[in-house]
């Protein structure tokens, strides 16, 4: 028991961390792309500025050319700079300065947040190289569960007799777990999922390929057990847990616009006996989810 305790600490640590890199990757992804539009808006204002400096040079030179340019507080017309040169009353070496002193100011921001940017891209990476590590190890972890998991567990019925009962799908595994685990192992619309596969014949109907439940009747179980209305997104997160947590035995379709989980005939009867099983030996079940402990990987 205390191996088990021990992996589950491990699993759930793990869970963690990979839930606050997965998050930290967002808020990074959100950075670069804010950067990235702000470098593409101070580029704009550095072409507008180079266009304003072109606007410039080409009426100097006109009015040059028509003999309207002064030159102020200089002696000799050879020893004029820019900051002499005043076209109808209008200090043009001063504005042509200011400009560019505005432009090298620009450029030098858009290098700071292009450094900025490249910081942020090389913690991403690094962030997503972390993310791979912890992926493969739970993928690692969930092999090893999985195949602890593959010789089945001998329950007692009430006829003395053993059966086994074999968990192959992650549904499965989450259907096993205690209720004293769902707030530490599930999220909300894992532990909605559940509640929808451990009684799935009371809430589906029963049609040629095993049992269906669309998406209107999801809502309104839902609806019930929480006591007041359910989201539409809630309702396809939901839908989407069972369709990938059930693999090969359940299947998410749409049909006349309606959306519909449909479980096979084989996952029901394995769901059904895993509620019987449970009702017969609450130690069993706990054995059982122990084996589990940390194996539900998902986002609400």
């Known amino acids: 028991m205390s191996t088990h305790s021990s992996r589950g600490h491990s699993d ?137 998991l593959g010789e089945a567990t001998s329950i007692e019925t009430e006829g003395s007799a053993t059966r086994s009962a074999s968990l192959s799908t992650p549904l499965e595994r989450i259907v096993a777990l205690p209720d004293t685990m769902i707030d530490e192992e599930l999220t909300a619309n894992q532990e909605r999922a559940r509640f929808i596969a451990t009684d799935v014949t009371d809430y589906a109907r029963k049609v040629p390929a095993g049992f269906m439940i669309d998406s209107s009747s999801l809502r309104r179980v839902l609806a019930a057990k929480e006591d007041g209305s359910v989201h539409t997104e809630t309702v396809s997160r939901v839908m989407e847990f069972l369709d990938r947590f059930g693999e090969d035995d359940v299947e998410l379709v749409k049909r006349r616009g309606t959306r519909r989980v449909v479980f096979s005939p084989r996952l029901v009867e394995r769901l059904g006996r895993l509620g019987r099983l449970g009702a017969q030996s609450q130690t069993a079940e706990t054995d059982v989810a122990g084996e589990n402990h940390g194996v539900v990987i998902g986002s609400t």
């Open 12 to 148: 759930s640590s793990a869970e963690g961390d990979l839930q606050a890199i997965t998050e930290r990757l967002a808020d990074l992804e959100a950075t670069v792309e804010h950067l990235q539009a702000e470098n593409e808006r101070l580029r704009e204002q550095l072409a507008e500025k180079d266009a304003q400096l072109d606007a410039y040079e080409a009426r100097l030179d006109a009015y040059e050319a028509r003999q309207h340019v002064e030159l102020r507080d200089v002696e000799d017309d050879a020893d004029a700079a820019l900051e002499h040169i005043w076209i109808a009353d209008q200090p043009v070496g001063r504005l042509l300065d200011s400009s560019s002193k505005r432009a090298k100011t620009l450029s030098s921001r858009v290098d700071d947040l292009e450094t900025e940017s490249q910081t942020c891209r090389d913690e991403l990476e690094e962030y997503r190289e972390q993310n791979e590590k912890g992926k493969a190890d739970i993928r690692r972890w969930v092999a090893d569960l999985e195949d602890s």
